[in-house]
């Protein structure tokens, strides 16, 4: 039989087959070489299993990913965390404010989603906290780059029928920092989710995410949807210093233009990047994100 895994949780995974979920456990051989921080098979993942009861199985066999969504962990060995796979589409949710956007999140999310073959999408929420003015802003340094840019008041609806129109008959997960309104988002466009979301003050009493682990849900109208708990840090996992102006649509044209071939496009002379960006053609925002991101993988390796 055929499944989709939904959640994971230690080495139980719940698995959809048919239609119903199944707790299914891994066989043996797939838990070999798995390390203790990460599992063989998570959230998004089209599985093998075999019945062993009613409604339990076993996971024969994992089959090959379309698309994967990794950091790199936090800890003194760093190793990649795979967080989903084979969505379609990454939905990147900043709140307006409550928590203060960070490009930042926005920038590392946009790498990481080029490179595991996901459609980066932009979200902006909590809409209703902020002027018109305010949200441009935001959305600025974005409008340019070809990628879809929502803007949402979850509690009050706005931008919601657009947003919820994306979402219908595709694979879509959305990621964010904790507070942002993920779950928030996901219960307005289908109320029977009942996701659990939480008043930002509250949130600290344990030092807790609302939402704790990766989890997908079908939508009615067709598709799915993965909430994901907030990401405090996306460390990125892959990408060399090197590489990472390739994950910058709005470069590619440019790359190959500099003196130097191995131009950082830090503080070379005559860099096409540079230029770029002193007579406005690239927003400074992203090429200042560019330039943090390149310095803090310089000081991973
Ligand atoms: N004003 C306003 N508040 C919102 C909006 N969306 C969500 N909130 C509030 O923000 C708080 C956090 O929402 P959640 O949906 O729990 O946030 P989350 O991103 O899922 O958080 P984690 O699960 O911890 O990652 C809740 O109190 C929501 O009611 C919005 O559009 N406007
Ligand atoms: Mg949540
Ligand atoms: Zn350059």
């Avoid at 409550?98 to 080029?114: E, K, L, S, T, Y």
């Avoid at 053609?281 to 090429?287: G, L, Q, V």
């Amino acid at each position: 039989m055929q499944g989709r895994i939904i959640r994971v949780s230690g080495l139980q995974c719940l698995v959809e087959v048919e239609r119903s979920h199944w707790q299914c456990e891994l066989r043996g051989r797939l838990k070999a070489g798995c390390r203790k921080t990460s599992s063989p098979v998570v959230a998004g993942d089209w599985v093998d299993v075999v019945p062993t009861a009613e409604r339990t199985g076993v996971i024969e066999a994992v089959h090959p990913r379309s698309s994967k969504f990794s950091r790199g962990a936090s800890g003194t060995r760093p190793f990649e965390q795979i967080l989903f796979v084979n969505m379609e589409q990454l939905v990147i949710v900043v709140a307006a404010c409550q928590p203060r956007p960070r490009h930042g999140f926005i920038d590392r999310a946009i790498v990481m989603a080029i490179k595991g073959n996901l459609q980066p999408v932009v979200c902006i929420n909590k809409v209703d906290l902020v002027s018109h003015q305010a949200v441009g802003i935001l959305t600025a340094p974005y409008e340019d780059l070809g990628y879809p840019i929502y803007r949402t008041s979850a509690v009050q609806g706005d931008g919601m029928g657009e947003f919820k129109e994306a979402l219908i008959n595709r694979s879509t997960a959305v990621v964010g920092q904790s507070g942002v309104g993920k779950s928030t988002l996901l219960n307005g466009i289908e109320p029977g989710l009942g996701l659990k979301t939480k008043e930002i003050m509250k949130r600290h009493d344990r030092g807790r995410h609302t939402t704790t682990t990766v989890h997908l849900f079908k939508l009615q109208e067709g598709g799915y949807v993965a909430d994901t708990p907030g990401v405090k840090e996306l460390r990125l996992w892959g990408v060399k210093p090197a590489e990472l102006a390739a994950y910058y649509p709005e470069l590619e044209p440019l790359l190959g233009q500099c003196q130097f071939g191995d131009c950082s496009h830090l503080h070379e002379p005559s860099c096409a990047v540079r230029e770029a960006v002193a007579d406005g053609r690239i927003a400074s925002a992203r090429y200042e994100g560019y330039r943090r991101i390149f310095a803090s993988l310089s000081s991973d390796a």
